[in-house]
């Protein structure tokens, strides 16, 4: 069962938000009966009705993006600026699932599919998130040692994560070194190296789960295929 609100939004009608004014006003019906109360829930068998429209499920969309610089993660922006959602050009009502910073290039998955979005960000489904940064400095084995132990941000430590150093440049005085992490807070891996004096100059997140970067230039993106939802289906499953 769900939230008639959340099952209207997800039909692609419209917005979650907009879904529970059209409920208050009474514009929506389940069968012949005007519901007004905003915790109603349905199952999916009824027959719904919005603005005297039958509601259909709407076809789920699964995209993987190779996110460049530049873009906002964001359906829509008060500035004006691109987001990725003008990059996908669908018809359908898609959103990122997560988010990475404007500057931050690599893997974002795009969907409609609101249950799908949850699989891959809950942390418990320890879902990996590879990222490789470029920071500022040499690292040292015992920085990266705290970092896979956990750093204090926002005042609440990071969970352990494992963390490789890729590489070091003596010349430009800069590291590359890459973090694998199940949880998905704000701006989280530029803040862990903050914690230890690093400033992050690039980030790239290479992979989420199952998905790479692979055929993929900056800027580009392809459908997921069926069986690629089902794994992340499957996780689920797993619980
Ligand atoms: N961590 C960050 O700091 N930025 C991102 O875009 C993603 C993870």
């Not at 920085?143 to 750093?151: D, F, S």
């Not at 807070?185 to 862990?192: A, D, F, G, T």
């Amino acid at each position: 069962m769900e939230r008639l609100q959340k099952f209207i939004a997800e039909s692609g009608y419209t917005s979650r938000r907009k879904a529970e004014e059209l409920i208050t006003q009474g514009k929506v019906k389940i069968n012949d009966k005007v519901v007004t109360e905003l915790g109603t829930k349905v199952s999916g068998k009824e027959k719904i009705f919005v603005e005297g429209k039958l509601l259909t499920k709407e076809e789920k969309e699964y995209y993987l993006l190779n996110k460049p610089r530049g873009v906002i993660t964001s359906v829509s922006d008060n500035r004006n600026r691109k987001t990725v959602i003008d990059i996908i050009n669908s018809k359908k009502r898609i959103y990122p699932v997560g988010r990475l910073d404007y500057d931050t290039t690599g893997v974002l998955l795009l969907t409609n599919d609101g249950e799908f979005s949850n699989i891959l960000m809950h942390p418990n489904n320890k879902i990996d998130k590879v990222y490789v940064a470029k920071i500022n400095g040499i690292i040292k084995g015992e920085e990266i040692n705290k970092l896979k132990n956990g750093v204090e941000i926002d005042g609440l430590k990071t969970k352990k994560c494992k963390v490789k150093l890729k590489r070091t440049d003596l010349k430009n005085n800069t590291s590359y070194v890459s973090l694998t992490i199940h949880e998905g807070r704000n701006h989280q891996v530029k803040k862990m190296f903050e914690s230890i004096g690093f400033k992050v100059l690039k980030l790239k997140r290479e992979r989420v789960g199952i998905f790479t970067l692979k055929g993929l230039a900056s800027g580009e993106f392809r459908k997921l295929t069926p069986k690629e939802v089902a794994i992340i289906y499957s996780f689920n499953d797993n619980k």
